[in-house]
């Protein structure tokens, strides 16, 4: 099977990546092919951009746990996958849903006829439209913020309606790209310049703040059935732009059960979504507040595999290849990655270690 991460095969071209991006991709990566060789049931391949090699230490084509490394050049990362889909049994595509880049890719896959471990190209597209999400969990009354969508050149006078603060974020972004916290109207205008360059399109989210604990849940899917696997913490500062670091899983709250409610019942608007599927929610003493569906795998999971009983790339497998999923996935212990600590991780330590790890943020 083909496990293609976009960043880590050279998807940024000529220009390359940044912010962190290099170590978070290449993480879920190794996490990834990781868990299915330890699985031992199906034979992987990846492709690896050669700038990236060793830009986590000691992560490069020969140590990549896949079976087979392709190298491919930046610039050709289109003309690689379409290669090696037509070869492969299934797939499973990370990307962000940027510019529709995410359900681009599965599209390919699905033209010819590949099964793919994870969700339809509809899904990641329906997903990936923070507007369209909006107004859809608005209509099934679930607790969302207060969300408005404007043009870049009306966002002035949307802000002002609204009143601040706010949260500004693009539409189609992932990973954190381009949201802002506004609570000073003067700073709105530079805000928009920075989100525009992270955006293809001309529309803005403008969302009233959600007072408390960034969380997410990590779902596993097959049909008309969710499963959740963990809540997690989001480890996230509220610069501006927003920045992600890392996750604690399993996060304990008295309103874990709402947020895995409240997630399951999100997923479900969204016909296609499979395998993995991350869900963004804040906590608060009153309940929990969704915020965005992740239709791919997301950085919680190089943790959530670190604490898992079973294993999670096989479980994957069963939930889009045969459409079962497991009773129940039993944690054991704590971890906290941080997206640019490997040794966070457990990528030098052999087999994920079921404990307690020692990373702070």
Request: aromatic share 6%; with cysteine.
């Amino acid at each position: 099977m083909l496990v293609y991460e976009f960043f880590s095969a050279g998807g940024c071209g000529a220009e390359g990546v940044s912010g962190g991006l290099e170590a978070e991709a290449l993480g879920m990566l190794w996490a990834l092919l990781a868990d299915f060789r330890l699985w031992g049931a199906v034979r992987t391949t990846t492709v690896l951009d050669p700038r990236l090699e060793n830009t986590v230490g000691g992560l490069n084509r020969k140590t990549l746990p896949a079976d087979e490394v392709i190298i491919a050049p930046p610039g050709n990362h289109e003309e690689t996958y379409l290669s090696l889909i037509k070869h492969c049994t299934a797939a499973l595509v990370l990307a962000p849903e940027t510019g529709g880049v995410l359900s681009r890719l599965i599209s390919l896959a699905e033209i010819a006829g590949i099964p793919l471990l994870g969700s339809s190209s509809s899904a990641a597209a329906a997903a990936g439209n923070k507007e369209f999400c909006g107004s859809l969990f608005g209509r099934a009354n679930l607790t969302i913020p207060e969300t408005r969508a404007s043009g870049f050149a009306d966002a002035l006078d949307t802000a002002h309606k609204m009143g601040l603060p706010l949260v500004i974020k693009p539409v189609d972004g992932a990973g954190g790209a381009g949201i802002f916290l506004l609570d000073d109207i003067a700073d709105l205008a530079p805000m928009l310049e920075i989100a525009s360059r992270t955006t293809s399109l001309q529309r803005i989210l403008l969302q009233t703040v959600s007072v408390g604990v960034p969380a997410s849940v990590s779902l596993l899917i097959s049909g008309n059935q969710c499963l959740p696997l963990s809540l997690n913490r989001q480890l996230v500062r509220a610069d501006s732009p927003f920045i992600y670091r890392g996750s604690r899983v399993p996060f304990h709250h008295k309103h874990g059960e709402h947020a895995f409610k409240l997630a399951c019942d999100a997923a479900g608007l969204i016909p296609g979504l499979k395998g993995y599927v991350g869900v963004d929610l804040v906590l608060s003493k009153k309940g929990a507040c969704l915020i965005e569906i992740n239709p791919r795998l997301t950085t919680s999971y190089i943790a959530l595999r670190r604490v898992s009983r079973i294993n999670l790339a096989a479980a994957i497998w069963d939930a889009c290849m045969e459409g079962i999923l497991p009773d129940r996935v039993p944690l054991a212990g704590e971890a906290i990655i941080v997206k640019e600590d490997p040794e966070s991780w457990g990528l030098h330590s052999g087999r994920k270690p079921h404990r307690k790890t020692d990373v702070f943020v």
